[in-house]
Structures are given as C-alpha cells and as structure tokens.
C-alpha cells in the first residue's frame, strides 16, 4: 500500500516449460501455491479451473497455471519477481524445463512506494538475468515510451531460442486510468452488500458493470469484490482466460483488462467494448504476438505509438490513448 493510494498498475510474469507430462505445473499443490504466493505478499482468494486450465483469483490480481505455461500479475507493492526461482525449482521437480520468460508491466502511479526487486525497471532486469538459466540466452529488456513521461510499457524477454516464437494465441494488455466517476463507483459495495462474501458482492458488480460484455458471452466468470472497494474476476472460455481488475478510489482509480486471443480480427470490437464498459481518460494498448498493426478506438484518440520485436515473443506493439473530449494530456 502506497502512501498516497494504492498501486493499480500490476507487474506480469509469463513462463514457458516443455515437459511430456499432460497435467505439468497443474500438478502444483495448494499448499505449495500458497508458499509461492506468501513470497510475492499475496494469496489466493478464489479458485476454478476447466479441462485446459486452472484460474486464481488473488488478493493483489491473478495467477493462470496451463501444463507448460503460467502467468502471474500482481498488484500493489507485492514482490512478484521473488516468486521466479520458486516457481523454477516446483518446475524442475515436476520434470519441466523452461523454455522462454516474459516480465511486463506500465509506470507505476506510486513508484517510490515499491520495494525490491522493483524499485527501478534496472533493479527488475537484474534480477531475472541473475535467476534466470543460462539456458535462455536471448535476452532484451526494453522501455516503449508514449507521448507523455508518465505511461511507459516495460518489458523484458528471455528465451532459449533467438526465433522460437510460432505464432501463437495473441495476447492484450490494457491499462486505464482516470475512470469515469460513474463507472467507478459500480465498484464500491453499495448500501446492502456490506454483508456479502466477497463472491456475492463480485457478482452484483459484474451485472451492474457489463463486465460480460468485455469479457464475452461464452466466458465463464469467476469475480470477487473487495471491502470497501475493488474487483477482480477471471473469464474461462475453453483455453483462452480474460481477466479484469479495477482500483475505483478517485484520484488514482485504475482498471486494467487482459485477455488472449487467436485472431487479429478479434481486437477492434473487444477494445471498442472495453473502453464502453470502463470510459477512461487515458488508455494504454500493448499486444504482443500479433502482426504490427495499430488499433483505432471509437471515442478516443491515439497519441502514441511504439514497437519492438522479443525472441520468443514476437512483435510487441504499445499504443496510448485519450478521450477526443480531451483536448489537453501533459507531457510531464
């Protein structure tokens, strides 16, 4: 917890293994995710699964765990890079070897609020070379700017391969800030949810958000409400996840929406309606394993765009975005 508010802007990690066994890293005890988890200043708070994949809800964002891939983001002054050589050494002892690493995440609102390893985007990157195998030595770290100072996309790579990426699911990150006061206080528990679980009351705000409309009709949802406020949910649809989180307090409120998709085609529409359930003032756009292609959004107006290419992750691309009513966005 930052002095000034509380941190939205989550960090994310994405593994890859290869092993030839079918369950993998679905294999990992709940005890053991809740040993990982205490390292990171987190836990679970809601858990599902299908035939693909299991999805937690955590108190500080989410964990998605596929046979041979997972990723984590977390929240608030959480360590999440303490959590790379636990998971590394359950990994190994489930026989699976790893194969590529992706670390993303924005410009924190409170960055002097964060403890290490994240203190710096320098301080991050020297800690994966250090706990990560000698085995993925292609290696990139790169900061993609935007027009102002204040929204940057970090990401870092590793992979054993200089070329390994073949072409898989797409996946989107989105973060918003400044939220439209009266999207943002569907996410405050209203009079009569103060003595829900935190299930129920998850429930009443995805109905009253439209969060299903982002995150489609066929997705299973799995939401939980924090007390006073916040939300987070996880969608299941077959092997694809989509996942919502959202800081309401005004001053520093937050959503951020993620998803994986297997047509390009596919993100126009979902930006359109994402940005209509959240109707933010500022947007940031970055998706990673698609073609290099820039995204219109109806009712906002891009200002910056920016791309690199990562061994073993393909062309990541970063736009950002404001409302078209705003007609003024500080460079500072």
Request: charged share 20%.
């Amino acid at each position: 917890m930052a002095v000034s508010g509380f941190e939205g802007f989550e960090k994310r990690l994405e593994l890859h293994f290869f092993g030839d066994d079918p369950i993998g890293l679905r294999r990992i005890s709940f005890k053991t995710l809740d040993h990982i988890l205490a390292a990171v200043q987190c836990v679970v708070v809601s858990a599902v699964g299908n035939a693909h994949f299991d999805a937690y809800v955590l108190s500080e964002s989410s964990l998605f765990l596929y046979p041979d891939k997972l990723v984590i983001k977390t929240c608030g002054t959480t360590g999440l890079l303490h959590s790379v050589p636990l998971l590394l050494h359950h990994a190994a002892a489930l026989g699976l070897k790893l194969l590529r690493c992706k670390y993303t995440r924005g410009s924190f609102i409170f960055p002097d609020a964060q403890l290490s390893p994240h203190t710096s985007f320098k301080e991050e990157v020297f800690f994966l070379d250090k706990n990560l195998p000698a085995s993925l030595r292609h290696r990139k770290a790169r900061v993609l700017p935007s027009h102002s100072s204040r929204h940057k996309w970090h990401v870092y790579s590793a992979s054993s391969k200089a070329d390994d990426f073949t072409g898989g699911p797409i996946t989107v990150e989105v973060c918003m800030t400044e939220l439209d006061r009266t999207v943002a206080d569907r996410f405050f528990r209203w009079p009569g949810e103060a003595g829900m679980s935190g299930h129920e009351a998850g429930r009443e705000m995805t109905r009253r958000a439209g969060i299903a409309d982002a995150a489609g009709p066929l997705a299973f949802i799995c939401e939980f409400a924090f007390d006073p406020c916040g939300y987070s949910m996880n969608g299941l649809h077959a092997d694809r996840y989509s996942t919502i989180h959202v800081t309401p307090e005004e001053g520093y409120s937050y959503a951020s929406y993620e998803c994986v998709l297997t047509e390009e085609s596919e993100i126009q529409s979902l930006l359109n309606k994402v940005n209509a359930v959240f109707r933010p003032g500022v947007m940031s756009v970055s998706v990673t394993g698609g073609p290099e292609a820039w995204i219109e959004i109806t009712g906002m107006s891009s200002r910056s765009r920016a791309s690199e290419t990562f061994s073993g992750a393909g062309v990541v691309t970063y736009q950002t975005f404001v409302t078209e009513m705003d007609e003024e966005w500080s460079s500072a």
